[in-house]
């Protein structure tokens, strides 16, 4: 029967080997970090360097080892990505091992110091500066990933090789440049940036589509069509946005009652199984018998059921009152449109008179 509770908190970092931190483990889990170590190093001394740091890290989640650290640093070093590597090798440096840690892990913290110091002076840097882009916002990427603003106009380590630096004006065409890196070098690499083009006036501004005719010299005609525009409710958007919520608070209220009663159900399956000691260390005891086994399994199961039902309805309820609030607030908020249709008016000023309108 698969336990309920979690397992204590226990003192080893490499599975029976005690230094000093403290992990949640299980022999289950002892035995898939040698597993999965012993796979990872397989991986490495056969050139698959990315299977090894996938396992050796699967192998680190599990069970904490300066030996899985160090496979992984110089995978890590086989692969280029000498700016992991080095990070790595760091954690490595400084932790701080007990007089009492085995000696593979001792051996590990000499090796990664050693390496390191290899590894280090191999690190190149690369400064990106743009050149006319004082006061707009830009993205920058460097090899697809985004590049912090904190980090454009100073050196930053990076990784020897070829790397593609994208930069996207607002209004314009992304513009690509790329570059290549040798061991340690330190390069600039400036990026000129054009203006972005000019946002066209908008119609009210221009005064495009209006026609107007005065009977005084230089006489301006008061501004704006005759009369306000009028409002007009989406009925179907604010319907379905109540209907939506409405459905969602439902969903949310069905999903807590289920997931109350699955923790209740679930409680009573522990009680049981406390009281009859059918998970007790040294065996099942005496009243644990298959018919109160099969019944704590029942109740496992309804439980399981009952809390996957609330957590399907809470999320489902959710989404629906998220989605339905944002309905009602955007057609509140919505703005009047203005008229689109033709009109014309006469207009008196003290110099003359005259006709203005819209077309």
């Keep these: 029967m698969l336990l309920r509770r979690c397992v204590p908190f226990a003192a080893a970092l490499f599975l029976l080997l005690p230094t000093g931190e403290v992990l949640a483990q299980s022999d289950q889990d002892r035995a898939a970090a040698r597993s999965l170590a012993t796979q990872g190093a397989e991986a490495f001394t056969s050139g698959r360097f990315d299977e090894a740091i996938d396992l050796l890290g699967r192998a680190e989640a599990l069970v904490h080892a300066p030996t899985h650290l160090l496979l992984i640093a110089r995978s ?16 490595i440096v400084r932790e701080e091992l007990p007089p009492t840690a085995p000696s593979p892990f001792k051996k590990a913290q000499q090796d990664a110091r050693e390496e390191l110091a290899a590894v280090d002076p191999r690190i190149a840097s690369l400064r990106i500066a743009l050149e006319g882009a004082a006061g707009r916002k830009i993205v920058v990427k460097l090899d697809g990933q985004p590049v912090a603003d904190a980090l454009l106009g100073v050196h930053r380590p990076i990784d020897p090789g070829n790397h593609v630096v994208t930069v996207y004006p607002p209004g314009l065409s992304p513009i690509e440049q790329a570059v290549t890196l040798g061991d340690g070098e330190r390069k600039e690499l400036k990026i000129p940036v054009p203006e972005s083009p000019a946002m066209p006036p908008s119609p009210d501004a221009s005064g495009e589509g209006q026609g107007t005719w005065s009977s005084g010299p230089g006489e301006i005609p008061p501004e704006g069509p005759p009369g306000k ?30 997931l109350a009663k699955g923790g209740s159900t679930q409680q009573k399956a522990n009680d049981m199984s406390d009281t009859y000691r059918c998970e007790s260390q040294a065996g099942p005891g005496a009243g644990c018998g298959p018919l109160i086994q ?13 809390q996957t039902t609330g957590a399907i309805n809470l999320i489902a309820g959710g989404v629906l009152l998220v989605g339905g609030a944002t309905l009602i607030v955007l057609e509140l908020t919505s703005k009047p449109e203005p008229s689109s249709s033709a009109w014309v008016a006469p207009y008196v000023t003290p110099t003359g008179l005259g006709v203005r309108g819209a077309f």
């Design 294 to 306: 099969q019944k704590i399994k029942q109740l496992d199961a309804d439980a399981a059921d009952q």
């Design 76 to 91: 890590q070093t086989r692969l280029g990505r000498l700016v992991a590597a080095k990070e790595t090798y760091l954690r």
């Design 229 to 258: 525009p009028e409002r007009k409710t989406n009925v179907l958007m604010l319907g379905g946005g109540i209907a939506a919520a409405a459905l969602g608070l439902g969903g949310v209220v069905v999903g807590s009652v289920f």
